[in-house]
């Protein structure tokens, strides 16, 4: 499916940068609240479309996809499962490792279900090709993928999502689970990060 585009012109120019947590951070709304509901919503839509009498085993990748999934699991309807595993390429910095660790498994088997991976920024690909071949290992009925944010000038690995929300540019976001030092999750916008001029971090 072909995601929402939001282009850098679309963070509205005339809006000045907010003051962020720290001092010479800064952030600046790139998708709205508004926005980010509306197309959660169609995404719910065409997923049941595609499954529309299969339970639907949610997997959550933590920390930064759980508002997403919580938000879809609710216009998903039907019989719908949770589950959730955490993984690391970033450390505490701003840019990926490339290097892939499993720090937290699924807690069921996902052998004869229908498995939904919801991610909330699918960028370099590194981390969504390792699960990927993860799952597929464990014999799921159907598996499908379904980003929030697709950044997809970043790619490095051949993966896509089956279901994708905006396609954004090569900015550092944050709000709506996604973080910057464990930072910003609770933002109800998607917003860009900004620093100041000699602190600006390196795009996730």
């Not at 998708?31 to 959550?60: M, S």
């Not at 499908?144 to 954004?168: C, M, N, P, Q, W």
Request: with cysteine.
């Amino acid at each position: 499916m072909v995601a929402t585009a939001v282009a850098k012109s679309r963070r509205r120019p005339s809006q000045k940068p907010k003051p962020g947590n720290r001092p010479g951070e800064s952030v600046c709304i790139l998708i709205t609240r508004a926005r980010v509901r509306q197309r959660v919503r169609q995404l719910a839509r065409e997923i049941r479309r595609d499954f529309p009498r299969d339970t639907l085993h949610l997997v959550a990748v933590l920390k930064g996809a759980v508002l997403f999934l919580a938000d879809l699991a609710r216009e998903l309807g039907g019989e719908v499962s949770f589950d959730f595993l955490a993984v690391s390429s970033y450390g505490k910095g701003t840019s990926t490792t490339g290097e892939v660790k499993l720090i937290k498994d699924l807690d069921v088997s996902i052998e004869g279900r229908t498995v939904i991976v919801v991610e909330d920024i699918l960028d370099t690909g590194l981390t969504l090709k390792y699960l990927l071949r993860l799952f597929e290992e464990r014999r799921p009925k159907h598996l499908r993928v379904v980003v929030l944010l697709d950044k997809a000038e970043r790619r490095i690995a051949d993966v896509r999502a089956d279901y994708a929300g905006f396609t954004i540019p090569n900015e550092f976001v944050v709000g709506y689970g996604l973080d910057y030092d464990e930072r910003y999750r609770n933002l109800a916008d998607i917003c860009v990060l900004q620093f100041g001029q000699h602190s600006a971090p390196k795009s996730a």
